[in-house]
């Protein structure tokens, strides 16, 4: 029986990759969406055209619920949970100063990212496999702390606190949690909203002297995910091309 790796959040950009290399690599993979079927469905088709095993789930990550049956379908299709990728993620294409932070985008962003994470890392906990590895995704904003991403920074900044509290609490079970926190990288989160100037300035910033591509981030995670990555655990890796 194949290793299966649940990515919330793989129907587009660094999730939909991150699908595509853990099944190269070996793994059954489980696409997770919120609500966009039709690119989730053509992420399953391309990875069962290379050979690959993949289907799609529909789950809102903020809900408990919707994570619940996304493990219990998981579990009830492919037979085991090895891996979480807790991709799901959103940032507002406006990003205003703390002051003028209206109440709905720090709920939302409270909701999506950082109970979202939650919820998928409570629910990995008890239903991983042993061996099992949670990867989560923080930001290197975390690092930069850049004007405007207060809201954002304190989501993932959580997430980090979480990482590295949920790996020492998993002790005898062989199973690790880290984090991945990617600098700027070419998907419509980061993309949308932006001028090409703004694009252009964030892209320099990290001494490669560029964006990074959905496919540098699956690499990061690829690593954490198989047996090279085992001794790492608890850890954040800035995947930013050396930005901070
Ligand atoms: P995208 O906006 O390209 O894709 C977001 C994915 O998350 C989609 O598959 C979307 O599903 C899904 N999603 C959104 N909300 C929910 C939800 N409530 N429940 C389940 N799925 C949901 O984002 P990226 O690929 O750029 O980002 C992936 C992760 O990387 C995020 O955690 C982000 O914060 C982090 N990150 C990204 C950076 C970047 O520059 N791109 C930099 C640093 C961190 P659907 O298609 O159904 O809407």
């Known amino acids: 029986?194949?290793?299966?790796?649940?990515?919330?959040?793989?129907?587009?950009?660094?999730?939909?990759?991150?699908?595509?290399?853990?099944?190269?690599?070996?793994?059954?993979?489980?696409?997770?969406?919120?609500?966009?079927?039709?690119?989730?469905?053509?992420?399953?088709?391309?990875?069962?055209?290379?050979?690959?095993?993949?289907?799609?789930?529909?789950?809102?990550?903020?809900?408990?619920?919707?994570?619940?049956?996304?493990?219990?379908?998981?579990?009830?299709?492919l037979g085991r949970v090895d891996v979480l990728v807790n991709n799901a993620g959103i940032m507002p294409p406006q990003l205003p100063h703390l002051s003028a932070t209206d109440d709905d985008t720090f709920d939302r962003l409270v909701a999506v990212n950082l109970k979202g994470s939650f919820n998928a890392m409570r629910e990995a906990s008890t239903r991983l496999q042993q061996g099992g590895r949670i990867i989560n995704f923080s930001s290197s904003l975390v690092g930069t702390l850049l004007p405007g991403y207060s809201a954002y920074v304190a989501t993932k900044a959580g997430i980090e606190g979480m990482t590295t509290i949920l790996a020492k609490?998993?002790?005898?079970?062989?199973?690790t949690v880290n984090a991945v926190a990617p600098?700027?990288?070419?998907?419509?989160?980061?993309?949308?909203?932006?001028?090409?100037?703004?694009?252009?300035?964030?892209a320099?910033?990290?001494?490669?002297?560029?964006?990074?591509?959905?496919?540098d981030i699956a690499n990061a995670v690829s690593f954490l995910a198989g047996p090279d990555g085992g001794w790492i655990n608890g850890q954040t890796l800035r995947a930013n091309g050396g930005m901070v």
């Open 204 to 215: 320099k910033m990290a001494p490669l002297e560029r964006l990074g591509t959905p496919e």
């Open 1 to 77: 029986m194949k290793q299966v790796a649940i990515i919330t959040g793989a129907s587009r950009g660094i999730g939909a990759a991150v699908a595509q290399r853990l099944a190269k690599d070996g793994f059954a993979v489980v696409i997770n969406y919120a609500g966009n079927v039709a690119e989730a469905d053509k992420v399953v088709a391309a990875i069962t055209a290379d050979g690959g095993t993949a289907i799609a789930i529909q789950a809102d990550v903020a809900q408990s619920a919707d994570v619940r049956k996304l493990f219990d379908q998981t579990i009830a299709q």
């Open 183 to 202: 600098g700027p990288t070419a998907t419509a989160l980061f993309l949308d909203g932006k001028t090409p100037e703004v694009v252009e300035r964030l």
């Open 169 to 175: 609490e998993l002790r005898g079970k062989n199973i």
